[in-house]
């Protein structure tokens, strides 16, 4: 890997303070369903079905190495949160709640991928119907 010029630093930092600034705003109300906490797994969905649809446009379009920095590494990066959904799991297994953090990581692992798998099969259809 090169090194990384002006330009791409300035693509990567933009789309990285817009997905910590979403995500922080997604994840300062407590959203809860039952007793389990979900606005980690909601913006984990999220950042999963924009970078299902990015990947499919990105190809589509041709588009250039910058715009990955932008959207997939910056933003769903930093929108995204693997450490946050580590954490909130380790607290429902320390305060007991086996059943819950295992629900917990079932939803955000397989409805993140679902959500990528989304986000890739409508961008597909709508691209094809709008013959982009």
């Given amino acids: 890997m090169g090194k990384m010029k002006g330009v791409e630093f ?45 990947s499919i446009l990105s190809v589509l379009w041709n588009l250039d190495t910058r715009y990955s920095l932008l959207a997939a590494v910056g933003f769903c990066g930093s929108l995204t949160t693997m450490s946050s959904f580590a954490l909130e799991t380790s607290s429902l297994i320390d305060n007991r709640q086996f059943g819950n953090a295992a629900v917990n990581i079932l939803a955000n692992v397989s409805l993140s991928i679902g959500a990528v798998v989304g986000g890739r099969s409508i961008a597909s259809v709508l691209l094809m119907k709008g013959g982009m």
């Fill in 10 to 54: 300035a693509f990567l930092a933009v789309g990285a303070i817009a997905g910590a600034f979403v995500r922080y705003k997604l994840a300062e109300s407590p959203l809860i369903l039952g007793t389990l906490p979900v606005n980690i797994l909601v913006i984990n969905m999220i950042g999963s079905f924009i970078l299902g649809v990015f």
